[in-house]
């Protein structure tokens, strides 16, 4: 019981909502739109996901405690279960292995039941996912890991949810002939899925920045260039309440110009809980306290997203 304890805290089990949710937006936007529901595809690439999430929050405390050269704090001592004594990384390995495996097997039977489309979206995603922890210069170490995480967290994985539920080639189609390879998209249908997206990039990327904004002193010590070590805490924060506001900036732009349902501006009832901790994290960055405020700010607009795109659906379906 605590090695199974000792492995989902390993993954970070708590956290897989961050992935869960862009996959289930993008899908109830597809159903709105395309009026159906693949059942198959949703569970493949709910598997798949779930097993490569998992597998990269591993792969990030393995590494962590692997690189770590200040081996105190929270981060390291209490955070990381490997570095913490709970886990013995020998019994690690072969547990983020078979995830591994089993998110490639699942994302491969995806494949299968859709296109070629599909499989360069899920391959890019893969390797951003196992980047993100492994090799010489991992991407969580760098300034970048905002950016990558917010994009393929909260756009790549809405993007491929919503394509796998569409009618073949309503939202693009790629062809191969020799020497060339081409990819047709139409843009209006492509619209939805890129505003649905925004505040899930956003939010997500907040996520992120503000878990690096807590741990800034432990990566210095351990030479994690991330963006709050690059830029300065003040930069930081300020970057942290302008990318708030703009993922409910885009809710009212998206609703007004008819791009999404009305339904989805059920989101914007989250603006004032939103706001007030996004301040209540600036005024006071720190992992045991105020680190959680950002990951309810995304928890609480993507809830939303998900009741006013259901509600949507459900009109639809009735109508």
Same mark, same amino acid.
């Given at each position: 019981?605590?090695?199974?304890?000792?492995?989902?805290?390993?993954?970070?089990?708590?956290?897989?909502?961050?992935?869960?949710?862009?996959?289930?937006?993008?899908?109830? #936007?597809?159903?709105? +739109? $395309?009026?159906?529901?693949?059942?198959?595809?949703? =569970? &493949?690439?709910? !598997? *798949? %996901?779930?097993?490569?999430?998992?597998?990269?929050?591993?792969?990030?405390?393995?590494?962590?405690?692997?690189?770590?050269?200040?081996?105190?704090?929270?981060?390291?001592?209490?955070?990381?279960?490997?570095?913490?004594?709970?886990?013995?990384?020998?019994?690690?390995?072969?547990?983020?292995?078979?995830?591994?495996?089993?998110?490639?097997?699942?994302?491969?039977?995806?494949?299968?039941?859709?296109?070629?489309?599909?499989?360069?979206?899920?391959?890019?995603?893969?390797?951003?996912?196992?980047?993100?922890?492994?090799?010489?210069?991992?991407?969580?170490?760098?300034?970048?890991?905002?950016?990558?995480?917010?994009?393929?967290?909260?756009? #790549?994985?809405?993007? +491929? $949810?919503?394509?796998?539920?569409?009618?073949?080639? =309503? &939202?693009?189609? !790629? *062809? %191969?002939?020799?020497?060339?390879?081409?990819?047709?998209?139409?843009?209006?249908?492509?619209?939805?899925?890129?505003?649905?997206?925004?505040?899930?990039?956003?939010?997500?990327?907040?996520?992120?920045?503000?878990?690096?904004?807590?741990?800034?002193?432990?990566?210095?010590?351990?030479?994690?260039?991330?963006?709050?070590?690059?830029?300065?805490?003040?930069?930081?924060?300020?970057?942290?309440?302008?990318?708030?506001?703009?993922?409910?900036?885009?809710?009212?732009?998206?609703?007004?110009?008819?791009?999404?349902?009305?339904?989805?501006?059920?989101?914007?009832?989250?603006?004032?809980?939103?706001?007030?901790?996004?301040?209540?994290?600036?005024?006071?960055?720190?992992? $045991?306290?105020?680190?959680?405020?950002?990951?309810?700010?995304?928890?609480?607009? *993507?809830?939303?997203?998900?009741?006013?795109?259901?509600?949507?659906?459900?009109?639809?379906?009735?109508?």
């Amino acid at each position: 019981m605590r090695t199974i304890k000792s492995f989902l805290k390993l993954v970070e089990i708590q956290t897989k909502v961050a992935s869960l949710f862009p996959l289930i937006i993008g899908t109830l #936007l597809a159903v709105y +739109i $395309a009026g159906r529901f693949e059942i198959a595809n949703f =569970m &493949l690439m709910f !598997i *798949s %996901l779930l097993c490569i999430d998992m597998a990269t929050t591993g792969l990030n405390h393995y590494f962590d405690y692997k690189r770590a050269i200040l081996k105190t704090g929270y981060h390291y001592e209490k955070h990381n279960p490997i570095a913490a004594g709970e886990l013995p990384p020998q019994k690690a390995w072969p547990f983020l292995l078979g995830l591994v495996i089993v998110g490639a097997i699942t994302g491969v039977g995806l494949v299968m039941r859709t296109d070629w489309i599909v499989f360069f979206l899920g391959a890019m995603a893969f390797a951003v996912g196992l980047g993100y922890s492994v090799g010489p210069l991992p991407i969580s170490r760098t300034m970048l890991g905002e950016l990558f995480s917010g994009l393929f967290m909260g756009g #790549l994985i809405p993007l +491929i $949810a919503y394509y796998i539920q569409l009618p073949p080639q =309503m &939202l693009g189609k !790629i *062809s %191969l002939s020799v020497g060339t390879l081409m990819l047709e998209l139409d843009m209006i249908k492509l619209l939805p899925i890129v505003f649905v997206s925004l505040p899930l990039v956003m939010l997500i990327a907040n996520i992120m920045l503000a878990n690096n904004i807590c741990d800034r002193e432990e990566d210095l010590v351990n030479k994690r260039y991330t963006l709050p070590v690059t830029i300065g805490i003040s930069h930081s924060l300020k970057l942290y309440k302008m990318l708030t506001i703009a993922a409910l900036g885009s809710v009212m732009i998206s609703v007004l110009l008819s791009i999404l349902p009305w339904h989805y501006a059920l989101t914007l009832v989250a603006l004032p809980k939103m706001i007030r901790q996004m301040n209540r994290f600036t005024s006071r960055p720190t992992k $045991a306290e105020t680190f959680i405020f950002a990951v309810q700010n995304f928890i609480v607009f *993507s809830s939303l997203s998900v009741v006013g795109l259901t509600f949507a659906v459900l009109l639809n379906t009735l109508g």
